[in-house]
């Protein structure tokens, strides 16, 4: 029978600590299991998590395409439809679309961040719309309901 004082654990669970460089009595003496030569054996060896041994690295072993332009303009796109949604919901009432309206109702992530007017949807509100960039569908669309576009630059 078992008692909290008297038990054990399991059998081979427990292992003796490999105690390192303690002398060759211990069975890691010597090498101190390190292995023979080289930078690893060595004190103070350091070397980069991505070096490989001298193996040409993944990072120039993979094939490279295509080109990333660094000037690339990354928009948030609003459509239509969804500013349509907005009025129809009445959380827009003064007519005026701009970076805080959109940014308060959660249809862009990010207030400072350009977006983009896409025509995507119908527009029946008479709206004025300040946006980064408009496409042509979306300008003719907003013009010809009698609203007003003003692009701000960035």
Do not use: C
Not at 48 to 53: S, Y
Not at 86 to 94: R, S
């Amino acid at each position: 029978m078992s008692y909290l004082s008297n038990l054990r654990p399991a059998k081979g669970s427990n292992k003796k600590v490999k105690r390192i460089a303690r002398g060759e009595g211990s069975g890691h003496g010597g090498t101190a299991t390190r292995g023979m030569n080289g930078q690893r054996s060595r004190s103070g060896a350091k070397y980069r998590a991505w070096f490989e041994g001298g193996q040409m690295p993944l990072q120039r072993r993979v094939p490279k395409r295509g080109f990333k332009s660094p000037f690339r303009v990354e928009y948030q796109v609003v459509n239509l439809n969804r500013l349509q949604s907005l009025v129809d919901n009445k959380k827009i009432e003064d007519g005026i679309i701009n970076a805080v309206s959109l940014y308060k109702n959660k249809v862009i992530s990010k207030a400072v961040a350009p977006y983009k007017i896409l025509g995507v949807g119908e527009l029946k509100a008479k709206l004025n719309v300040e946006a980064h960039a408009f496409s042509a569908s979306a300008k003719e669309k907003i013009e010809s309901v009698g609203g007003t576009i003003k692009e701000i630059k960035f």
